[in-house]
């Protein structure tokens, strides 16, 4: 089954706690992304992919990291998370760099207190 | 930067009424527009994908079209049912590859 796998589904940490977010799609796609979605914001993009190793800023890249070694994982690593970290993150991933429909995983709650 | 609008953030109608969701961009500079529903708990579903150089697109019940020089999509979906219910979402792909989204609309269609 086509699909985009993200881990864990709920993460309650605290503040300075290294952290990593898994994602990984098995449709061999080009490209992949990360965003976070707040309440009246939307969804807001954090890091984008367009291959392997091939990584650049969304609109809100600060306190994240990111890396593409393998082409099916997309990783989202907060190296010292804060409150305002707090969020609700969702993977995706699509052919090429925009023409086809995105696929988005079930999503990621992170709670950091 | 782009800037995303959807009026309303709710919409509430009967059964069988036509719904008429609204997505309002800033920059026509666009690849292309998508319309996504979200289910409580779930991730995105992509709905309908236009391309910058289309003016509509069209699957089953949901109709979209986009209007670049005016900085508008419209998502339309016929004899709404109860199913509809959810969150839908338009997103902007600029051509700098980023992707903007709206807040969305909840639509709750009665019974």
């Known amino acids: 089954e086509a699909q985009v796998t993200q881990n864990p589904r709920y993460l309650i940490t605290v503040t300075g706690k290294k952290l990593t977010v898994t994602c990984s799609q098995n449709?061999?796609?080009?490209?992949m992304s990360w965003y976070r979605q707040d309440p009246g914001l939307g969804l807001r993009q954090i890091y984008y992919s367009m291959n392997v190793e091939v990584t650049d800023k969304g609109d809100v890249p600060e306190g994240y990291k990111v890396s593409r070694k393998e082409k099916r994982n997309f990783p989202l690593i907060l190296e010292s998370p804060s409150p305002n970290q707090t969020s609700l993150y969702f993977c995706?991933?699509?052919?090429?760099?925009?023409?086809?429909?995105?696929?988005f995983g079930n999503g990621t709650r992170l709670t950091v207190t | 930067k782009q800037e995303v609008t959807q009026i309303p953030a709710a919409l509430s109608v009967p059964e069988g009424e036509n719904l008429v969701l609204n997505c309002s961009f800033t920059d026509s500079a666009i690849y292309n527009l998508q319309w996504f529903r979200q289910d409580p708990g779930k991730g995105l579903t992509s709905l309908l994908l236009i391309q910058s150089s289309q003016r509509e697109q069209t699957s089953g019940r949901l109709n979209a079209s986009l209007d670049k020089s005016s900085g508008r999509s419209t998502l339309y979906i016929a004899a709404s049912q109860p199913g509809d219910s959810a969150t839908y979402l338009c997103a902007v792909r600029r051509n700098d590859y980023k992707l903007s989204f709206g807040a969305g609309t909840t639509v709750t269609v009665r019974a």
């Open positions: 995706a991933s699509s052919y090429g760099t925009g023409g086809i429909h995105l696929h």
């Open positions: 449709m061999n796609h080009e490209y």
